[in-house]
């Protein structure tokens, strides 16, 4: 059976974010029945995105049964001592609810920006995999690595999740996916991605994990979809291009990859994505969130489950 998340609002339409706001979306979520709630990152840029690991400790205060999860941390860009550190305390404050979703990431050209250069960039983040494993996993750390040196090097608390927080990989390309059938526990398809996209990817998927002798049944799926019910198709789609322009800076891009207009419209378009072979849907309204929230659940949803 298909499962629902929710995308968490973290682009803040004023300077001044509104948490209160949150809150309310927060608690309504978890009334609602969303299984999970989900943070992007955008480290960079011109719209006003709230830091993903900072909203997911938020989250966690106000909410008790909600899966939190990261789709996705760019990985390469951070420091894996500092991120476990992170997503341990994460874990600790929701009580052991963290789904920790990592990625390489396309943005060659903003490593400078981070002290860092693009050089390397796929094995800087399969070192970086294992560094995270093993600092949740074992008392102390030494590696002598190609990107870091630790000696005897110990993260505490220890996540709650054992042996870890489940590892989700982002990315749709094969080189992609099949690094996460690798290394991974879990897979979930980006927002800008295409549920045709998707759909070439999972098969993908489904091949490297047959290679890697891993049983499907015991590894996850799932893709975030941009979604706006709204009986008017093209006020939702106006609204959805301007989202994107702000968000992407291609206006196109949402006629290309989100699912919107009237609920039945939303049924279908979801659908495509669970045939594609998605396990969890992460639904990501992008305007009047409480609202939209409570229409997919009410009108979307129950023709789906």
Known sequence: MVRFGIG??????????????????????????????????????????????AVLAHAAAVTSRMRLGTAVILLPLRVPVELAKTLATVDQLSGGRLIAGIALGAWKDRYPAFG?????????????????????????????????????????????????????????????????????????????????????????MREALAAERRDPAG???????????????????????????????????ADRVAVFGSPDACVEGLAEVVRAGAQLIVLNPLFDQERQAEMLAAEVIPALA
Not at 22 to 47: I, K, T
Not at 225 to 253: H, I, M, N, T
Request: glycine letters at 6%; charged letters at 25%; zero cysteines.
């Open 116 to 204: 860092l250069s693009a050089e390397g960039r796929v094995r800087r983040f399969e070192e970086a995999v294992q560094l995270l494993k093993r600092l949740w996993t074992e008392p102390s750390v030494t590696l002598d690595g190609e990107f870091w040196k630790l000696e005897a090097a110990a993260v505490e608390p220890k996540p709650v999740q054992q042996p870890h927080p489940p590892l989700w990989f982002g990315g749709t390309a094969p080189a992609a996916v099949q690094r996460a059938a690798r290394l991974a526990d879990g897979w979930i398809g980006a927002g800008s991605a295409s549920t045709a996209d998707f759909a070439s990817a999972h098969t993908v």
């Open 8 to 53: 968490i609002p973290q682009v803040q339409p004023e300077p001044q974010a509104d948490v209160a706001a949150l809150h309310r979306f927060l608690r309504r979520a978890e009334d609602l029945g969303y299984e999970s709630a989900w943070v992007l990152e955008q480290p960079v840029g011109s719209a006003r995105v709230l830091e993903p690991t």
């Open 219 to 253: 590894f996850s799926v799932a893709k975030r979809v941009y979604v706006a019910v709204d009986e008017d198709r093209e006020r939702a789609r106006s609204r959805l291009r301007d989202w994107f322009q702000g968000f992407y800076g291609k206006p196109d891009l």
